[in-house]
């Protein structure tokens, strides 16, 4: 799908690899920073609303060059004696049956650029079974990826997953929305430019009385609809002539929070589901009590988990660190039995340096490695290992130590240090794409190596 146009995105630091124990070993010791208040204020503000300039998001038929730097060798899932052999029966079947894929992250995953390209590749080999989850993130005055709309001529009240408390109940997505009467207006839309990618039924993620009264094609011709209460957080819409584009009137008499849409085409294939929020940590994952269940409701055979940079720009707890993550892991784990979980390892990146001046301190312009990156994700892989969870190592296949410099020098790093560039993310995209399929395409013990 070739995107036009400069879309100016928000995203939070890289999250996404694993490698095996024996190399966490090896690296270097260092101590890990301390960060004062008014730095963590300062770099809290560039992780939350990053600007980057994206622009001429490539086909995913076209290739993505892969730097020589990149450790190519590593680009590997350690499955810590995790069983994957059911998930990859599921994608042998994947022409018959609809196959999903959930990943949660923080704003690497929010403007949906490496798990944009993750989706086109993935679905050219599986079938595409629709867009998947969509969120009102511009709506709620953040950014939102470049391949749906969710809108609304209104103005809506908003939350979002960092900034608590919350006026309302948390959702999935990370973001929720409530409008200021008892009726409404949305339009989602899947925006494509050489793809077609219609969708046939829209699932309402929501808390509060909701029904849908109209349904309108681009055109703004009423079409015909059904409406079916899956549970009480969950309206589906089915629409009998598929569309790339539809508005719904809405009646909510009382409190509404509105979280997100489904966008299904009802046919085999693939669902890659990504739910992304700028800043985000795993305890803030944690706060979201109802996220494991709202996930089991996307029927995920696989999770990934992309978190840890931004908990590097905090003061470091590893011991505290391991308990959000054994949490969230846990709490998807009990609701989603069937699914397979993986996480994945921040890369290395910078902070600013500082100098003391009277009793304040002041950016020295130049920068150094945030050392509290390497810990974090020597905790994932220990974790990985000691749980029976597959982990990508993220931190190993990009580079390892030094990474962010050789990044920066090649333009796939931003020049705030943290993020990356476009096409770092296209390049980080497609290493994980590799990673994945080179297990997903090993032929389950139970299947002939043609797929079905």
């Known amino acids: 799908m070739t995107l036009i146009g400069v879309l100016t995105s928000a995203f939070t630091p890289p999250s996404v690899l694993s490698l095996p124990l024996c190399e966490a070993a090896e690296q270097p010791r260092q101590q890990p920073q301390q960060l004062d208040d008014e730095a963590t204020e300062d770099e809290q503000e560039l992780r939350e609303n990053p600007d980057i300039e994206i622009s001429d998001l490539i086909d995913a038929d076209d290739m993505v060059n892969i730097p020589t730097f990149i450790h190519s060798a ?13 998930l990859i029966s599921k994608l042998y079947r994947s022409t018959t049956n609809p196959v999903s894929i959930l990943h949660i992250g923080d704003s690497h995953l929010q403007a949906d650029v490496a798990t944009g390209h993750v989706r086109q590749r993935l679905q050219l080999l599986y079938g595409n079974a629709g867009r998947g989850l969509i969120a009102p993130l511009k709506l709620s005055s953040t950014n939102e990826p470049h391949d749906y709309l969710f809108r609304s001529p209104a103005n809506w009240e908003s939350i979002k997953l960092i900034k608590q408390p919350w006026k309302g109940e948390m959702g999935l997505t990370g ?3 409530s409008p200021f009467k008892t009726t409404s207006e949305i339009t989602v839309a899947t925006v494509a430019v050489d793809d077609y990618n219609p969708f046939s039924s829209v699932v309402l993620y929501h808390k509060g009385d909701l029904k849908v009264t109209n349904v309108k094609n681009i055109a703004g011709v009423a079409m015909p609809f059904t409406t079916h209460d899956l549970d009480a957080n969950r309206l589906r819409v089915d629409i009998y002539d598929p569309q790339e584009s539809v508005t719904l ?38 706060k979201v009590a109802s996220l494991p269940q709202q996930a089991a409701t996307l029927d995920p055979s696989l999770i990934i988990i992309s978190l840890g940079t931004n908990e590097a720009f905090g003061r470091l707890d590893v011991e505290g660190f391991l308990r959000e993550v054994d949490r969230l892991v846990k709490g998807l784990q009990q609701e989603c039995p069937d699914a397979q979980i993986l996480l994945t390892t921040p890369m290395e990146c910078q902070r600013p340096t500082y100098r003391t001046v009277g009793k304040r301190r002041r950016k020295t312009g130049k920068y150094s490695v945030n ?10 892989l220990r974790y990985g290992k000691q749980h029976g969870v597959a982990v990508y190592d993220w931190y190993e296949v990009a580079g390892g130590s030094g ?10 790093l931003s020049t705030d240090r ?9 390049v980080m995209g497609e290493l994980l794409f590799q990673a994945l399929t080179n297990l997903f395409t090993t032929p389950p013990p139970d299947s002939s190596t043609e797929r079905q």
């Open 175 to 177: 973001v929720a929305i």
């Open 249 to 286: 009137s809405l009646s909510h008499p009382t409190s509404l929070w509105l979280y997100g849409a489904l966008l299904s085409g009802d046919r085999p294939g693939l669902f890659y589901h990504v739910v992304g929020n700028n800043g985000a940590t795993f305890s803030h994952y944690n």
């Open 418 to 426: 943290v993020h990356l560039t476009q096409q770092g993310y296209l």
């Open 403 to 412: 990474a962010s410099q050789r990044w920066l020098d090649k333009k796939l």
């Open 74 to 86: 590593k680009n590997e899932i350690t499955l810590n004696g995790a069983d994957w052999s059911q």
């Open 371 to 380: 050392q509290n990156i390497l810990p974090l994700r020597n905790a994932l």
